[in-house]
């Protein structure tokens, strides 16, 4: 794993960012896995700023997002569908017809799911996939416990998570209860990952990851098995992991 520290949740965007854009460059009609929540905003805006002053082009781009709430429409101002709208979809050259997420609103979910690892799979799977993380190590919304052999399901979402996103909402009691998410398999197979962590409250997942096992417990460890990850972190989400010369203790 390659690890980045950076001082601060804008140099991790700006990061970020070049990544993914260093990934349109080298293959303008790239995979891009993404993902939703507080930790990507910056990098949108950064991407949109680029697509403006420098014209890289998403003409070519297909996207496959992670996951998507059960029971949100998809002009619901909270669903992940309008998240990926407003802070990037709208403001590049990106066909929508190419954009992916999971119907939340689909009749029969499992159905649903089906069609979404088909696609997965027909798409070729994500040649970067870009991550956050969970205060308690989720990726997507596989939550602790989660196979790593899952394949897009449906799962009941902890109620740590839906406190840490009930934020958005006007009470906790909106937060929908359920959610689809790509499975970790699917995630694995992405042939880059690239992993961002910002903040203290992340802290505690980044030092399990860096420190522990991979184990089912912390669904994040999987990733230390991937032959192309890069975490880029900023000083406070690695403020637990202990440091050598540079070097983090297990890397
Ligand atoms: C979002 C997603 C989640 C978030 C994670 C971190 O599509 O899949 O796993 O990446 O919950 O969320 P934030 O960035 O809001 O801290």
């Given amino acids: 794993m390659k690890i980045i520290e950076v001082l601060s949740y804008e140099e991790m965007s700006t990061k970020a960012a070049n990544f993914i854009i260093q990934q349109i460059n080298q293959d303008p009609s790239s995979v891009l896995g993404l993902a939703t929540g507080e930790t990507t905003l910056g990098l949108y805006k950064k991407l949109v700023q680029d697509h403006y002053l420098n014209n890289t ?20 101002p909270q669903s992940y569908r309008t998240y ?27 159905e649903e799911c089906l069609r979404y690892d088909e696609l997965i799979y027909n798409i070729g799977g994500a040649d970067i996939q870009l991550l956050g993380i969970g205060q308690n190590g989720h990726i997507g919304f596989n939550e602790p416990g989660t196979s790593f052999q ?12 839906r406190k840490a996103n009930a934020r958005y909402f006007s009470s906790i009691n909106d937060v929908p209860t359920h959610a689809i998410t790509m499975g970790i398999q699917s995630i694995f197979n992405s042939k880059k990952i690239l ?4 903040g203290h409250k992340k802290a505690n997942a980044i030092e399990r990851l860096l420190n522990g096992k991979v184990n089912e417990d912390l669904p994040v460890s999987i990733l230390k098995n991937h032959e192309d990850i890069t975490l880029i972190a900023d000083r406070e989400a690695l403020s637990l992991t202990k440091k050598n010369d540079g070097i983090y203790s297990t890397y």
Avoid: C, W
Wanted: aromatic fraction near 4%; proline fraction near 3%; charge should be negative.
């Fill in 57 to 76: 082009s998403y003409q070519n781009i297909r996207t496959l997002n992670l996951d998507e709430y059960v029971g949100l429409a998809e002009n619901d």
């Fill in 150 to 161: 899952s394949n897009t399901h449906v799962v009941e979402l902890m109620d740590s998570t």
């Fill in 195 to 198: 992993l961002l962590a910002s």
């Fill in 84 to 110: 990926m709208n407003n802070q990037l979809f709208n403001h590049v050259d990106l066909p929508i017809q190419q954009t992916h997420l999971p119907d939340g609103m689909a009749k029969n979910l499992v």
